[in-house]
């Protein structure tokens, strides 16, 4: 099975940029769709965006549409988070999700989950 280790968190000021990257090993990441999802502090874990094993169909939560995007490198085995024009509300320990059938918005579609990683944005 595989394994998820996410990296790229930190603290960063509104309208600031960050990458957060989802590292795959045991098995190569392209035999999954891969999600990344968040929960912010007191709150349920919310889906954010998904990406299809060929990188042809991706989705976003309508809060980041605009500013996340999501990629992958199959070669590199890694999934990628590119978050801009970053907002308080966007605070929250990002997760990054593998399925290795159809991935959907739910967390119950995943499989696999990495620890995450903490995003912070400061006012």
């Known amino acids: 099975q595989v394994q998820l280790v996410e990296s790229g968190g930190g603290l960063v000021q509104a309208g600031g940029s960050l990458r957060l990257s989802c590292a795959a090993s045991?098995?190569?990441?392209?035999?999954?769709?891969v999600a990344w999802f968040r929960q912010p502090p007191g709150k349920e874990r919310e889906f954010v965006a998904t990406?299809?094993?060929?990188?042809?169909?991706?989705y976003y939560t309508d809060s980041v549409k605009g500013r996340f995007t999501i990629s992958r490198d199959n070669a590199k085995n890694t999934v990628y988070l590119q978050m801009n024009s970053l907002k308080p509300e966007d605070t929250a320990v990002y997760y990054c999700?593998?399925?290795?059938?159809?991935?959907?918005?739910?967390?119950?579609?995943?499989?696999?989950w990495g620890q995450g990683t903490q995003v912070t944005v400061s006012s």
């Open positions: 999700a593998g399925a290795p059938v159809a991935g959907g918005m739910s967390r119950n579609e995943y499989n696999y």
């Open positions: 045991g098995r190569t990441i392209s035999t999954y769709n």
């Open positions: 990406i299809s094993r060929s990188g042809m169909t991706i």
